[in-house]
């Protein structure tokens, strides 16, 4: 499974039993400066996931082994690996095998044959997809402590003005005993 790297452009992960396909989308995308990853079968891209962790992937539905199904099912059950998007590409035109492909985790579905532009544009969908939701998972984690930080300084303040409520009344009582 050879990874070409260059600087920090997105890792896609191309999973495909056929070699041409393997070959055509990978220089495609590598024309559009990603670094790729091929993956022939759906355990190689299991493990090659596991190892690497790329930032999307192009998966085939019809392999030997465990189908594109599978495999997305796999990675959309763990947390790891769930949030990874996975972009079908396949010969079905099927409805049903559209919806089946979403519902085990899919975020889009391509038929081949793909043009390229098509597929580079909804790449770059879903990778800035992608981001945003970090960027929004960060925010709000950021917020969260925010909100951890301030009940916790409201608490303190809180409590500063408890003691002096019970200052102020043992006070009153005392000048009302004192007046008695």
Do not use: W
């Amino acid at each position: 499974m050879p990874v070409e790297t260059r600087d920090t452009s997105p890792l896609i992960l191309i999973v495909d039993d056929s070699v041409t396909n393997l070959q055509v989308l990978g220089s495609m995308l590598r024309e559009s400066n990603y670094r790729t990853a091929v993956a022939e079968n759906g355990e190689a891209a299991l493990e090659f996931v596991i190892r690497h962790r790329p930032q999307l992937i192009l998966l085939d539905i019809a392999m030997p082994g465990l189908d594109g199904f599978e495999v997305c099912t796999r990675l959309t059950q763990n947390p790891d690996y769930a949030s990874i998007p996975v972009i079908f590409l396949s010969v079905r035109t099927e409805t049903s095998e559209k919806v089946r492909a979403f519902k085990c985790g899919g975020v889009d579905y391509i038929t081949k044959p793909f043009q390229r532009e098509e597929v580079v544009a909804r790449i770059e969908a879903h990778l800035q997809l992608q981001k945003n939701k970090q960027m929004l998972q960060a925010a709000n984690e950021a917020l969260e402590q925010r909100v951890k930080e301030r009940t916790s300084e409201l608490m303190a303040s809180n409590a500063k003005l408890e003691e002096a409520n019970i200052a102020l009344r043992v006070l009153l009582e005392q000048k009302d005993e004192s007046r008695g």
